[in-house]
């Protein structure tokens, strides 16, 4: 099957291309390992080899949390928040803004999807906390959260870990995003994920859901086994999360994070939530690192994608292996 799809809201298009599939096993393969030379500086006893800790949460007497400055930030608090323009092209400024790192587990081997769902949500509240605490910053216009899982999705430490980089800029595809939003809204007077949200429930491309959040894979996904974790609740933050909710969402990032290792798969996981004060809906993208782009996918901005979403529901509803 060849077939062309436009995102929901976006004007970006995908070909899926199922006659090249492969079913999800054969993408599992032997992958290029993260080199590992001296002391890890991220296990228990190394404290002192990071930056200075900023917060840290323990259980019986010991960290099961830590979170501190990235030793090689990629923006930090010199200069000016303010972006000029000289001439008619060429605008600049200061990369301004806190560069942090949050050590999920003490333990070096273990895998994120390896945690209890309790300890999973504990680290949700204490991520959420600290993008708090950065959007007070003076000069902040987005804090940007994010775990690379593998040397091909860009991560450069085996120990598991997430970042945060708070800057001077609203990304292109938050911005993007918040206008596909606003403007559905004056048309329709709705969200129009709330909207998808109800329609994806009775699709294919569901793949689990609990009383806070449904997870599917998106109908024209761009990425092989690309899947988003949506909150039922319409909310544009992820501080506005409930103790309760916050369990539900660990639940299902815990389900398709194991289903991904079954594949060995590298990923990268984010949140999309609007800055204070626009409109978003807020959901959590998990994208596997699975297939290298090639030139027509950078030429064009159309990705092939050898993965139907609904095959990909399948394999993450444990369906026909």
Known sequence: ??????????DRWVIVNTERAKRPRDFIRQ???IREEGPCPFCPGNEKMTPPEISRVELKGEWVLRCFENKFPAVTTDGSPEL????????????YGKHEVIVETPRHRQQFQELPVERIAKYFQFLFKRRNSLYKLPGIKFVSM???HGLEAGTSLAHEHTQIIAYNRLPKNIEREIKAIISYHRKHRQCPYCKVLKLERKGPRRIA???SFLAF?????IFEFEAGIFSKRHLDSFSNLRENELLDLAELVKKLLSRLAVLKAPYNMYFHE???GKKEHIHVKIVP?????????????????TVSPEQAAEFFREEGE
């Open 1 to 10: 099957m060849h077939e062309l799809r436009k995102d929901y809201i976006f």
């Open 31 to 33: 992958r290029p390992k």
């Open 84 to 95: 000029k323009t000289e001439g008619e092209f060429f605008t600049k400024g200061n990369a």
């Open 146 to 148: 994010f775990k690379n």
């Open 209 to 211: 859901e609990n009383d």
């Open 217 to 221: 894979t998106p109908y024209a996904s």
């Open 274 to 276: 609007a800055p204070k």
């Open 289 to 305: 690192r699975l297939i290298t782009w090639g030139g027509f996918e950078h030429c064009t901005g159309c990705i092939i994608n």
